[in-house]
């Protein structure tokens, strides 16, 4: 199968060179941090940043609540597809790690012997970010300055190419963009359910948003039977 980048007079190599030699050149502790934060930290700042979305949009309690939520929930469902795109991308390049294949590189972390094409860490953060963006623009802004460091860490770490990341945020993009008018219209009418639920309904709006959206839900003009009897 198709093997890329295989050797070191590319432009794809001497950027991974040029970037993981950062590595060199930095203190111990400093690679410590990045091999954390490349392999989980960003990965757990995204779904904080999900939930952080969830609870600023639920309590603002605004009418696109569930169209706006219908979109957040699309969010990790497509990084799940697009990592599941990404399997058979990978059985059939079957592009190598770089530590294979290139010498002198400094690893921060052991025990990849997966193919290297695409990265599921820039797919997945990239799938995030772009779906928080569909959903609210501020936090998608942020989601997707969180994916693009998640790409720098992991040519940083040694453990992929360039064009893996590249590749990475293209599948992303593409499963959360080409998908999202067909999710948020089966998800928007399942959070409208959601939000009249007098149980479950709090998930979409706080409760005092809620008022007059539940049916049986009395206002704060409606008149009490104490009101009435006095």
């Known amino acids: 199968m198709a093997v890329l980048a295989e050797s070191g007079s590319n432009p794809d190599v001497d950027l991974l060179y040029d970037i993981n030699g950062l590595a060199k050149d930095a203190p111990h502790w400093f690679d410590r941090v990045m091999e954390f934060v490349g392999e989980y930290g960003l990965l757990v700042a995204m779904v904080l940043l999900v939930v952080w979305c969830w609870w600023t949009v639920r309590r603002r309690g605004a009418e696109d609540a569930p169209a ?68 609210h623009r501020r936090f998608g802004l942020v989601g997707i300055a969180l994916a693009l460091a998640e790409g720098f860490c ?52 706080r409760r005092s948003a809620m008022v007059g959206l539940v049916p049986g839900a009395r206002t704060a003009m409606e008149p009490t039977d104490r009101d009435l009897a006095a």
Do not use: C
Not at 99 to 126: E, N, P, R, W
Not at 154 to 180: N, Q
């Open 68 to 135: 706006t939520l219908a979109a957040l929930v699309w969010a990790p469902l497509a990084a799940a597809i697009a990592v599941l795109v990404n399997v058979p991308i990978r059985g059939f390049v079957e592009r190598p790690r770089p530590f294979l294949t290139h010498q002198g590189l400094d690893v921060l972390i052991s025990g990849k012997t997966d193919y290297s094409f695409v990265s599921d860490h820039a797919t997945i953060t990239m799938a995030l970010g772009v779906g928080l963006f569909v959903a």
């Open 154 to 205: 992991r040519v940083y770490m040694g453990v992929h190419y360039p064009t893996d990341v590249v590749g990475g945020f293209a599948l992303g993009t593409a499963v959360v963009l080409l998908l999202s008018p067909l999710a948020t219209a089966l998800l928007t009418p399942v959070l409208k359910a959601v939000e009249s639920s007098p149980r479950a309904g709090w998930i979409v709006r």
